[in-house]
């Protein structure tokens, strides 16, 4: 059975992990940002498997289970932020340069973007 005790030294793992993330992206520096989420990633599959195992096991203090929810809430911001930022570039250049954008799903005729410029009409 994994103590209180146990359970600190992975969830703080995570917590200075998502710290890390935070400061990396902060610095955009592209490296350290793939570093970090690789980091964080993999104290986060560790704190997951040892909290799994000692709910099974008689339970987790309440204060852990807060923190770890707490980090799993900082995860999901920082991804829904980098989302956000990604669309805003995607729209960025878009408009800069209208030709090297993703094309969209969908043309204003409904048709996919490939089929729209092709004129064809379903294509499998």
């Given amino acids: 059975m994994l103590q209180a005790a146990e359970l600190e030294p992975p969830l703080l793992s995570v917590e200075r992990q998502l710290s890390a ?3 990396a992206l902060g610095g955009r520096d592209a490296t350290a940002v793939d570093r ?3 980091e964080l990633h993999a104290a986060l599959a560790h ?3 040892d909290f799994r195992r000692a709910a099974r096991s008689g339970g987790v203090p309440p204060a852990l289970r807060q923190r770890l ?3 799993g809430g900082q ?5 829904d932020a980098l989302a956000r930022a990604t669309a805003s570039l995607d729209r960025a250049i878009d ?3 209208p030709g090297m954008a993703t094309p969209s799903l969908y043309s204003e005729a409904g048709a996919t973007g490939r089929n729209a410029r092709q004129g ?3 294509q499998a």
Avoid: C, K, T
Wanted: no cysteine; proline share 0%.
């Fill in 21 to 23: 993330l935070g400061h």
């Fill in 36 to 38: 970090a989420a690789a």
């Fill in 47 to 49: 704190a997951v498997d």
């Fill in 69 to 71: 929810a707490l980090a």
């Fill in 75 to 79: 995860v999901a911001a920082q991804r």
């Fill in 95 to 97: 408009v800069l340069i």
């Fill in 120 to 122: 064809a009409s379903l």
